[in-house]
């Protein structure tokens, strides 16, 4: 009788350690699961951050290379344009009427008031003293007359109405249909499709050549 008790016995601890030793074992493959897993997510995080630290790297550097390309372009001089020695062009506020030798006048002495050219428009002409006032303070101003095609007009006014320090106005006098003047600078060109154009805004708005640099643009004179 005892035997047959011991051999139940046996029987019941052996099928308890079987489970015992399968539950372990379903524990250990769990856990070499989750390290596994562990590791895989580690390794996903790091090829990300990687990847955001080369990208980041990338755009900043594309930035740099973007940025020296710009101020070189800047130093370059523009094919067709005139220049004037910023020393002999008066800066003295006047009254009256000034006889400018220019047409449109590139700067010299003028009026105490400058023409608003915070990306103004105008559909009539500017009187000369005001104009200059506002290329002393870094003001690209956009001339035509009425040889300038309707298209390159409304192009031109787009170019101004999105660029801070500018102005535009027709110049009935002028020689070219189409005038770009800086302060001491002045170009004339047939197109506003013309890559010049871009080029003397790069340069010239705000440009090394501008006599008062951090002068406003606002709150000056209003034209039509």
């Known amino acids: ?20 030793a399968r539950i372990e074992a379903a524990r250990k493959i769990e856990a070499a699961r989750e390290r596994r897993n562990r590791i895989i997510t580690i390794g ?3 090829v990300v951050v990687a990847g955001l630290v080369g990208f980041g790297v990338f755009v900043i550097n594309k ?9 070189a372009e800047r130093k370059e001089p523009i094919t067709g344009e005139k220049v004037w020695d910023a020393k002999k062009l008066g800066q003295t506020h006047v009254k009256g009427a000034v006889s400018y ?9 003028h009026h105490q008031a400058w023409m608003n050219c915070d990306a103004k428009v105008y559909k009539e002409p500017v009187p000369n003293e ?9 003001a690209v101003w956009v001339t035509y007359t009425d040889k300038a095609a309707k298209g390159d007009i409304e192009k031109l006014e787009k170019k101004v109405k999105d660029t801070a320090y500018s102005l535009m106005s027709p110049y009935k006098d002028q ?21 010049r154009v871009n080029k003397f805004f790069s340069k010239y708005v705000l440009g090394e050549q501008t006599p008062e640099k951090g002068a406003t643009c606002s709150g000056g004179v209003e034209g039509k």
């Open 63 to 71: 930035d740099n290379a973007e940025e020296k390309q710009a101020v």
């Open 44 to 46: 996903i995080s790091g």
């Open 1 to 20: 009788m005892a035997s047959g008790k011991n051999s139940k016995s046996y029987s019941k601890n052996n099928a308890a350690h079987d489970r015992r």
């Open 101 to 109: 030798p220019d047409k449109p006048p590139v700067g010299g002495d």
């Open 130 to 138: 005001n104009a200059v006032h506002s290329l002393e303070h870094g």
């Open 175 to 195: 020689a070219g249909a189409i005038m770009l003047t800086a302060w001491g600078k002045q170009l004339t060109v047939d197109s506003a499709d013309d890559p």
